[in-house]
């Protein structure tokens, strides 16, 4: 059973930077999907970036591209994402993901043409202008 585990939320000052971590078990490390997903109130979760951990391929969100960086450490199986130059609009609940390849083309979990079946806990981001 995959386990995700975030952390690094928190409260930041618009243009300001804060590092999300996933540190995720039950899955073999070279073989699974991880992103990073985020939701607010009375919307649609929408995927912002994900990493394929065999090849450390990564895919992002047209609207977070230049700005969040995903990365992953697999000694710890951890996966990171780096978010700079913050803006109001990024203020929501931020989720990681995982997910084995499976195609999808739309509905809650697709992303990049990956279904994301496993979800962590959520981790709370507030940006402040």
């Known amino acids: 059973q995959v386990q995700l585990v975030e952390s690094g939320g928190g409260s930041v000052q618009a243009g300001g930077s804060l590092r999300l971590s996933c540190a995720a078990s039950?899955?073999?490390?070279?073989?699974?999907?991880l992103g990073w997903f985020r939701q607010t109130p009375g919307k649609e979760r929408e995927g912002v970036a994900a990493?394929?951990?065999?090849?450390?391929?990564?895919y992002y969100a047209d609207f977070v591209k230049g700005q969040f960086t995903i990365s992953q450490d697999n000694a710890r199986n951890t996966v990171y994402l780096e978010m700079n130059s913050q803006k109001a609009e990024d203020t929501a609940t931020y989720y990681c993901a995982a997910g084995g390849g499976e195609y999808c083309s739309r509905g809650d979990g697709c992303f990049g043409g990956k279904k994301y079946s496993y979800w962590g806990q959520g981790t709370q981001v507030t940006v402040s202008s």
């Open positions: 039950g899955y073999t490390p070279s073989r699974v999907y």
């Open positions: 990493i394929y951990t065999g090849r450390g391929s990564t």
